[in-house]
């Protein structure tokens, strides 16, 4: 069986280190995984005046493609030690309306990256906070703290240390059993 994996990539930005990472776990993941970046830059600021029967069409198909997912991945960079804002209200707009949350249930997995040492270490553990209240269960190892991400790519977008990219089929082949293991069923 093949679960599906919404993957939200937290960086907007053309050629984002946060997106090429996002490529390069879908390379290493396990058969049994398809990956599916979920673009967020379209999204309105969640405005619960908008929300209802003539919501924007940007949130219905967000909604409607996190849940259609079995399993989710969030990749992010750090801003300011958090998660950025494009991200966090991808969350707000995919937790809502109240008692209709797309994210309930299905199996997730936190991958911060950073040119700087520690791998935005700081998103990671915010965004963890959030996903906790929205029922994601999350992989807890191994932990993705990616540092030095600006070092990772080739012109082509490819990682180019072996070491590496071990490192992310290790952390896809532990989330492909933990999604199988913790899916709505």
């Not at 946060?18 to 979920?38: G, N, Q, Y």
């Not at 029967?53 to 969030?74: C, G, I, L």
């Not at 999350?138 to 070092?151: H, S």
Request: hydrophobic letters at 40%; one cysteine or more.
């Amino acid at each position: 069986m093949t679960l599906n994996v919404a993957v939200l990539v937290g960086s907007l930005r053309k050629g984002s280190y946060t997106r090429m990472l996002a490529h390069a776990l879908a390379e290493v993941a396990p058969d049994t995984l398809k990956l599916s970046i979920v673009e967020i830059g379209d999204l309105p600021l969640y405005d619960e005046d908008l929300d209802g029967d003539a919501a924007p069409a940007s949130w219905t198909r967000f909604r409607k493609e996190v849940q259609a997912a079995d399993a989710v991945m969030f990749v992010t960079p750090e801003y300011n030690r958090s998660v950025p804002g494009a991200l966090k209200n991808a969350i707000d707009v995919g937790s809502r309306p109240y008692g209709g949350s797309s994210w309930s249930g299905r199996p997730g997995a936190v991958i911060s990256c950073s040119p700087g040492g520690i791998g935005g270490f700081g998103a990671n553990h915010h965004l963890r906070q959030s996903l906790v209240f929205l029922d994601v269960p999350l992989m807890q190892q191994p932990e993705a703290y990616l540092g030095g991400v600006n070092k990772f790519f080739d012109d082509q977008g490819k990682v180019t240390n072996e070491d590496t990219r071990k490192f992310l089929t290790t952390i896809m082949t532990t989330f492909a059993k933990w999604a199988e293991t913790n899916r709505k069923r």
